[in-house]
């Protein structure tokens, strides 16, 4: 994993086409700005996890309904 410090208003470039800017540092809270092509999906982890979760399940009900 490669780890990086940023200050607010700061971007990081990912490829050519993806940036992340420190919008605002609050306590414990980071806000970030994600520019990136609307391809490209962009989710917090637990809903990542929560529609890989669904995805499996949904998978799972077909496969035992053949």
Known sequence: MLVLSRKQDEKIIIGDNI???VI????DKVRLGIEAPRDVSIHR???????K???FET???S???A
């Open 45 to 51: 982890q637990e809903v990542y996890e929560a529609i």
């Open 53 to 55: 979760r669904k995805e």
């Open 59 to 61: 998978e799972q009900g």
């Open 63 to 65: 496969v035992s309904d």
């Open 19 to 21: 940036s992340l800017m």
């Open 24 to 27: 605002s540092i609050q306590g």
